[in-house]
């Protein structure tokens, strides 16, 4: 098992919850230094055949070659600033994992969100392991089984939690980010891929 790691029940796939994997202090340190200095911009996305601007900001990061397609569109990455190849190493050293690059969400209030989608891009490799690190205000990511066979399962991703989707998840289960009317304070979401699908998960 993973040091910390809490397994949440998820027929047909496999979820595990690392509450404060970084500390409150350092999470917080973390936003206010990665909303200023990485290369926010709204993604281009195709979606059903229309083109649309995603409803929070992106960014990229990654070794070079590590491209990746999303939602029709291939995206080059930009090199690792510290912070995140920090975190990146972090994880190495913590999990094991190896991650080659990581695609980085800002929700800038309530108002930001992320659509129901898998991570299964055939770059990704057929049972990717993605690790979600959540930094600021607490948002609820939801879950849905493709064939709703099983009920919806969602979860609070606070400050610091990191969140690891492994298994068969994105072949059977979406994610998503709802917006919420609720006043919000900003959130980033870090979700580290490893385009080519190298990473493994220790057990
Ligand atoms: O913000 C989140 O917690 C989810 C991000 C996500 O699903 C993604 O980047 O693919
Ligand atoms: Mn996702």
Known sequence: ??????????PE????????????????????ALSTELAWTRHRV???GREHLTPRLCAWYGDPGARYAYSGQALEPL???PALAGLRARLHTALGLAFN???CN????????????????????PRP???????GATRRFALRHRARRYRSVTLALGNGDLLLM?????????????????????????????????????K
């Not at 796939?13 to 206010?32: I, K, N, Q, T, W």
């Not at 392991?129 to 930094?135: F, K, T, Y």
């Open 46 to 48: 195709r979606l059903f």
């Open 79 to 81: 090199p690792w600033p």
């Open 166 to 202: 492994t298994g068969d998840t994105q072949t059977h289960w979406q994610h998503a980010v709802p917006s919420t009317r609720r006043p919000t304070a900003p959130r980033i979401n870090l979700t580290f891929r490893a385009v080519g699908g190298a990473a493994t998960l220790r």
């Open 1 to 10: 098992m993973l040091p910390g790691a809490v397994a949440v029940p998820l």
């Open 106 to 125: 800002l929700y800038r209030d309530g108002a930001d969100s992320m659509g129901w989608h898998s991570d299964d891009e055939a770059s990704l490799g």
């Open 101 to 103: 690059s990581v695609l």
């Open 129 to 135: 392991v993605i690790a979600s690190l959540s930094l």
């Open 13 to 32: 796939g496999e979820l595990y919850l690392l509450p404060r994997f970084v500390a409150d202090s350092e999470a917080a340190y973390l936003l206010d």
